[in-house]
């Protein structure tokens, strides 16, 4: 009764990297700096730490909501795992998942947040002290925090004046291009910020790529393009913390290809579909729904036939096998809930990482 304790997040192998807010404070330094506030209290700064894992690993904690203490906490840090080493300390507070503020959020939604991640997660924290003197203060902590620190993904679709952008390059150098981006263009109306720097081109780095490969590239698109893209200052915050922008980490929701999320309850005929486990077109193997019975729960939510499901109820099955999947359905007796992708969209995310 006092503590609600959440499995689940807990593992033995994961990559960690860890940097701090502070850019004055080295890149590596794993010292908390601490800055005196005006009532002469020391507050912490904000700890980031950017998660992976294999699939069938988890990230090496859980995540806590315990009587008489505030926020979503860390513990059960597996002794001596990587973790531990790199600087995640038992009793921080978790702040943010993925540039999302989640200290205001019920508990069990931050964990789902968590295990819908899959495989990479970017966490900020404040040590336990810190969140609890900056909440005896008032601070308002989601203003610890950058405003935006998520990269873009955009699908820019050409029109007859082109993509609606250009490219420049520092002269003699690589991989550096940032773009200039027409008012009212394609670029612009998908979402391409002005003055933003290109880290992806289709899915594939630019930091190689001269300007007259990049053109080239560009050329060889066609009429549709897809761009990495990260505003000086979401660069800026990566490159001070020497972290490599990923896709997986980036603002998906300007693109045109969409997941959608079905909520079924089971009628006296049951759900209405049958899973199962198919080769992907991007290669290893996946679950996919098939035989939807018209008029049926599944039809109803709109499941559509050749789909592919990538959660149920909240949680990533990447690397499940079908029995285990087949397990997480039914685990709820009359109900469940699917997020899925269709086959364009997801070939659509595989091919841009």
């Known amino acids: 009764a006092a503590m609600k304790q959440t499995k689940g997040l807990e593992g033995d192998k994961m990559s960690i990297i860890k940097f701090e807010f502070n850019p004055k404070v080295g890149i590596d330094n794993p010292a908390l700096t601490l800055t005196e506030d005006t009532d002469g209290e020391g507050v912490g700064e904000p700890r980031f730490y950017l998660l992976s894992k294999d699939s069938t690993e988890s990230f090496g904690f859980c995540l806590h909501e315990e009587l008489g203490c505030q926020g979503h906490v860390i513990r059960q840090l597996e002794q001596g795992g990587v973790a531990q080493r790199r600087g995640l300390q038992d009793g921080d507070r978790l702040l943010q998942v993925n540039g999302h503020f989640v200290d205001h959020m019920d508990h069990l939604r931050v964990v789902q947040k968590i295990k819908a991640s899959g495989n990479q997660v970017l966490l900020a924290v404040l040590d336990g002290d810190s969140y609890e003197a900056a909440k005896s203060l008032g601070r308002d902590l989601s203003r610890m925090l950058p405003d935006d620190i998520r990269p873009r993904l955009c699908h820019v679709t050409r029109d007859k004046s082109g993509f609606g952008f250009s490219v420049s390059c520092p002269e003699g ?20 910020p002005p003055g933003s720097w290109l880290l992806e081109l289709n899915g594939d780095s630019v930091k190689s790529y001269s300007h007259a490969q990049l053109t080239k590239k560009l050329k060889q698109s066609g009429s549709k393009v897809t761009l990495l893209v990260a ?3 979401v660069e800026e915050f990566y490159r ?4 490599r922008v990923t ?17 079924l309850v089971k009628g006296p005929a049951g759900y209405g579909f049958l899973l199962k486990e198919d080769d992907c077109s991007s290669g290893g193997v996946g679950q996919f729904l098939w035989d939807v019975d018209v008029g049926l729960p599944a039809e109803q939510a709109g499941m559509k036939e050749g789909d592919r499901v990538l959660a149920v109820n909240g949680e990533s099955i990447e690397g499940l096998g079908h029995e285990q999947t087949v397990h997480r359905i039914r685990a709820r007796e009359d109900q469940v809930t699917l997020l899925v992708i269709d086959p364009a969209g997801d070939e659509f995310y595989h091919s841009v990482g």
């Open 240 to 243: 001070l913390r020497g972290l």
């Open 247 to 263: 896709a997986a980490l980036a603002d998906t929701s300007r693109l045109p290809f969409k997941v959608r999320e079905l909520h």
């Open 173 to 192: 150098t690589k991989g550096t291009f940032q773009l200039s981006v027409l008012q009212d263009g394609p670029a612009d109306r998908a979402g391409v």
């Open 231 to 233: 505003s000086s200052a």
